[in-house]
């Protein structure tokens, strides 16, 4: 099993940004890939980001040139900065992670104000 634990998300101003975090409780190595989803109010769930075991990144056409997905290994954790936010970028955030298994982590509310 992996356990995903989000934190970094907040009230922020149009243009600003903010940086999700995503720690696992397994080597990030021993993971295929993890990335970030978002759910706005009233619509489905959408992919953000992926970033693979070989550290390949991938974006949403709507995110791309604004956020960017990383990871540090020491610590285990993936990171989604988030910059020249828009209120379109409002959303629940949600880490996952894939191994035979995708796993998810609780979400993490993310609100710009305009």
């Known amino acids: 099993q992996v356990q995903l634990v989000e934190s970094g998300g907040g009230l922020v101003q149009f243009g600003g940004s903010l940086r999700l975090s995503c720690a696992t409780s397994r080597s990030i190595f021993s993971i295929n890939g993890m990335g970030w989803y978002r759910q706005a109010p009233g619509k489905q769930r959408e992919w953000v980001a992926t970033?693979?075991?070989?550290?390949?990144?991938y974006y949403a056409g709507s995110v791309k040139g604004r956020f960017t997905i990383s990871r540090d290994s020491a610590k285990n954790t993936v990171h989604l900065q988030m910059n020249s936010l828009k209120p379109e970028d409002t959303a629940v955030y949600y880490c996952y992670a894939d191994t035979s298994l995708r796993y998810w982590g609780q979400g993490t509310q993310v609100t710009v104000s305009s």
């Open positions: 970033i693979t075991s070989a550290g390949s990144t």
